[in-house]
């Protein structure tokens, strides 16, 4: 699963982690081995049209419309467990965004969150990756 932060840095070549995303998820891309969240495609819309503009950032997003990546959905039906974990969680420091994540994760078997967001790795039951920390560890 590929987190918001992630694509921004992906799509935003302003932002100083955009180099070392692009190098860690290209071959990602190329592989079709990626998740997205219907919640996260919104999220990322939303940032690219917000700082892209309208035009660059519908060009963008269409990204997700290909096909290639496996699109997890929240519904209304997981808003008990998002509760529960919400109870349990939140003072990790993550919000309900957070929680609709692990909740798309934990119900296709997924365990490998792609992410630069630190309070993840409160979580046991998942393995996350950040692109950004291991480009600067070489």
Request: hydrophobic letters at 45%; aromatic letters at 10%.
């Amino acid at each position: 699963m590929v987190d918001s932060n992630i694509w921004a840095y992906y799509f935003d070549a302003n932002l100083p982690e955009h180099k070392s995303v692009v190098s860690f998820l290209d071959p990602q891309i190329i592989s079709g081995n990626i998740a997205v969240s219907t919640i996260i495609i919104v999220e990322v819309a939303h940032y690219l049209f917000k700082r892209l503009g309208s035009i660059e950032g519908f060009e963008k997003s269409n990204i997700f419309q290909l096909g290639q990546f496996e699109t997890l959905e929240f519904t209304s039906r997981d808003l008990d467990e998002l509760l529960a974990i919400m109870k349990r969680v939140s003072h990790f420091g993550l919000g309900g965004r957070d929680v609709t994540i692990l909740i798309c994760m934990k119900k296709a078997g997924i365990t490998r969150l792609v992410t630069h967001d630190q309070s993840f790795r409160r979580i046991k039951d998942i393995e996350v990756i950040d692109p950004v920390v291991l480009d600067s560890l070489d």
